[in-house]
C-alpha cells in the first residue's frame, strides 16, 4: 500500500512537471512593457499562441489583426453576442473557457498552451499565471476615457508587430468621433444637461466615479446622477437611492449576462412596475437600451459608438446629421473588418438578431 502511493504520488510529480514543461517550464524569448500603473510586465517577443479571456479582448485583438494567434476564447464573448460569431472569423472554431465571470479554469486554461494571456483584473488569477510563467496582461477598469486608449496601447505593445500602429489608427478616429460630439455638447449651460441613470446586469447595479461612463455621459451632453458614487464598474444601489437619484433618462447595458433577466426584460419590469413610476425617466418612457453587436458598448471597442448613440438620444436637434447606421458601418469595417449592410446596421441598433 505504502510502494502504491509512493509511486501515485511520483506520477502526479511527472505529471505537473509536464505540464509545466509545456506551458510554462519553457518559457519563450521574453521582452518588457509597462502597463497604465507603470508597473513592468513581461510578455513574449512574439507572442504566438494568446488567449483571450477577458472580456473585450477578443475584439481588441482583431482590431490588433492578431485574430488569426488566438487559441482559446472565453465564453462570454460567445453566448450572448450571435453578431460576433457571424461578423469575427474564427470564433465558432475555437475552444471556449467556460463560466469565466466566476472564475478561470487555470487547468484548462494550461491545456491550450498560451504563450500570452489576456485575462480579467483578478489579481489571484494573474498571480497563479505567474507562478506557473504564463505571461499575461490582465484587464483593467479604466476611470476616464484616456486610461482605456492608454490600455489598448498596453495590449498592442503585449502583441507586437503592427499592433501599435493599429491601436494609433483607431485612438485617431476614437479622438476625432468624440471631438464632433464635444464640439457641441461642451457648449451646453448645466440647466441643458439632463440627468441620465446608466445600468449593467440589472436596474439597480450601476457605474461610480471611477468609472469611465461618468464621462461617457458627459461627453454626450448629459450628467450622471452616480458622478459622485464611490464605485466602480457594476456596483449596487437600493431601489431608493434611484427614487432620489430620479434621472430624467436611464440606459440599460449588460442585459442577460450569467443567465439573468434581459434589457428587454428589465425595461418591461420597470415600466410594469407601479413602484418605478416614480421616477421620471421611466414615467416619461425614457428608459434605453444600448445595443451590442459584437460586444457591449460600455466596455471594449464600441464604447465611442455609444458616446454617439446617447448624444443623438439626449440631444435628437443638436445631432440631426449624425447617422448612426452609417457610424456603425464605418466602424466595423475600420476595426472589424466586416462589411455591415445597412439592415445589419439598423438589427444591431434595434438589438435584434443576424
Known amino acids: 500500500m505504502i510502494r502504491h502511493r509512493r509511486i501515485m504520488l511520483m506520477l502526479a510529480a511527472c505529471l505537473l512537471l509536464a505540464v509545466s514543461a509545456g506551458c510554462g517550464g519553457s518559457r519563450a524569448e ?8 507603470g508597473q513592468e510586465l513581461k510578455v513574449p517577443v512574439e ?34 453576442f450571435p453578431w460576433a460569431q457571424l461578423i469575427f472569423k474564427r470564433m465558432n472554431t475555437l475552444p471556449k473557457l467556460k463560466n469565466v465571470h466566476t472564475a478561470v479554469n487555470i487547468e484548462a486554461l494550461l491545456s491550450y498552451k498560451p504563450d500570452l494571456v489576456l485575462g480579467f483584473p483578478r489579481p489571484n488569477e494573474s498571480n497563479k499565471l505567474d507562478e506557473l510563467k ?7 477598469v479604466t476611470a476616464n476615457l484616456e486610461s482605456s486608449l492608454k490600455q489598448l496601447e498596453v495590449y498592442a505593445n503585449a502583441v507586437g508587430g503592427e499592433a501599435p500602429e493599429r491601436v494609433r489608427e483607431y485612438e485617431d478616429y476614437f479622438r476625432a468621433k468624440l471631438k ?124 465611442i459608438l455609444l458616446v454617439m448613440e446617447m448624444a443623438k438620444i439626449l440631444h435628437p436637434d443638436a445631432f440631426a446629421d449624425l447617422d448612426m447606421n452609417a457610424e456603425l458601418r464605418e466602424f ?8 455591415l449592410t445597412q439592415e445589419q446596421a439598423d438589427k444591431i441598433l434595434n438589438r435584434e438578431n443576424p
Open 30 to 37: 521574453q521582452r518588457t512593457i509597462t502597463n497604465i500603473k
Open 332 to 339: 466595423y469595417s475600420k476595426f472589424y473588418h466586416y462589411e
Open 180 to 303: 464632433r460630439v464635444t464640439d457641441v455638447t461642451s457648449k451646453l449651460p448645466d440647466a441643458d444637461r439632463p440627468a441620465v441613470y446608466y445600468s449593467a446586469i440589472d436596474l439597480l447595479s450601476t457605474y461610480g466615479k471611477y468609472s469611465d461612463l461618468t464621462e461617457v455621459i458627459s461627453a454626450a451632453g448629459g450628467r450622471s446622477v452616480t458622478a459622485d458614487f464611490e464605485a466602480g464598474n457594476h456596483s449596487q444601489i437600493t431601489f431608493e437611492q434611484l427614487v432620489q437619484y430620479n434621472p430624467a433618462y436611464i440606459f440599460i447595458d449588460h442585459g442577460g449576462i450569467n443567465d439573468l433577466e434581459t434589457a428587454e426584460k428589465i425595461r418591461s419590469n420597470a415600466y410594469s412596475d407601479g413602484r418605478y413610476g416614480l421616477i421620471k425617466a421611466v414615467a416619461d418612457k425614457q428608459v434605453y437600451l444600448t445595443p451590442s453587436g459584437a460586444f457591449y458598448w460600455d466596455m471594449g471597442l464600441q464604447k
Open 47 to 80: 507572442a504566438k499562441r494568446i488567449t483571450a479571456v477577458y472580456g473585450p479582448s477578443y475584439e481588441i485583438l482583431v482590431m490588433l489583426g492578431a485574430e488569426d494567434r488566438i487559441v482559446a476564447c472565453s465564453d462570454v464573448q460567445v453566448d450572448n
Open 134 to 140: 504564463i505571461d499575461n496582461v490582465p484587464g483593467v
